[in-house]
């Protein structure tokens, strides 16, 4: 299906009532993606899987996950995404799981690939360096939605195996892709966003300081970005910490991409000062 010029460019509606209806079928029968939050809100999650599931021989799945819908508390389009990955988590053998995790995975609407990333992250029989490896194709992934979720999906895993975790992370942060050093710097972050808190790196960040320092002058500001709300979300229990890295930091590297990261790192210090 030839997908029209003024859709494939179109910027996405900074209002769900504005997102066009072409646009939203589009969506629902997973031939585009969404292009922002807006767009993501209207889709009815139901009319889509009717539509992709048969495709990918998941047809029988289609009635739980609308009953689920239909019957959840949380009517919010990001509530259904967790609840219908949840759902999919349970349905498949260890032996089918991979297969099937892989054509949601790599399919075209960034939505169906969510499903994915929550699927694997509620997975009980997969070990979190299993689940690390699948998921890294998904944090580097070209939607900035799906790269959210893709750290966000592996966050409960990571905090119940945080020794671990830890270790298998930090060569992340050395990566040559800089989606994936932030996905390192993101998923570990003290206080987060929109999730769980890692008690341990509140009250001891310097275990993760190995996974921290080569991002001390990352030339990408997304990656920026990362490194100092994490330093900033440590001030908040342990403003020693962030002050000593950051002091040695601005001593070791004369980067202005360090100077940005310690500016923004330390600015609930400063405001509190």
């Known amino acids: 299906m030839k997908i029209p010029q003024h859709i494939l460019e179109r910027k996405g509606a900074r209002k769900t009532a504005d997102v066009p209806k072409e646009v939203v079928n589009l969506i629902e029968k997973g031939t585009i993606e969404t292009k922002n939050l807006m767009e993501l809100l209207v889709v009815e999650h139901s009319k889509l899987i009717e539509t992709v599931f048969p495709q990918l021989n998941l047809s029988s799945h289609i009635p739980p996950i609308q009953k689920i819908i239909k019957t959840a508390s949380d009517k919010s389009s990001w509530q259904h995404i967790g609840l219908i990955g949840t759902y999919l988590s349970k349905q498949f053998s260890s032996k089918t799981f991979e297969k099937s995790f892989s054509l949601l995975s790599t399919h075209t609407s960034d939505i169906i690939r969510n499903y994915a990333c929550f699927m694997l992250g509620k997975a009980t029989h997969l070990s979190f360096e299993k689940k690390l490896n699948l998921i890294l194709p998904l944090a580097d992934d070209d939607n900035s939605g799906v790269k959210e979720t893709a750290w966000l999906s592996l966050r409960e895993p990571l905090i119940d195996h945080l020794e671990q975790g830890l270790v298998l992370l930090a060569p992340l942060s050395k990566s040559k892709k800089a ?20 008690s341990a790196l509140k009250q001891n960040p310097n275990l993760a300081i190995d996974l921290l320092e080569p991002l001390k002058a990352d030339p990408e500001k997304y990656v920026q970005d990362s490194v100092a709300n994490w330093l900033n979300d440590a001030s908040k229990t342990t403003p020693e910490f962030t002050k000593q890295v950051c002091k040695r930091w601005l001593n070791i590297s004369k980067s202005p991409s360090t100077q940005r990261i310690v500016r923004r790192a330390l600015r609930t210090l400063n405001k509190t000062a």
Do not use: D
């Open 179 to 198: 989606n994936l050093r932030r996905f390192a710097s993101e998923i570990t972050r003290p206080r987060g966003v929109w999730c769980r808190h890692i």
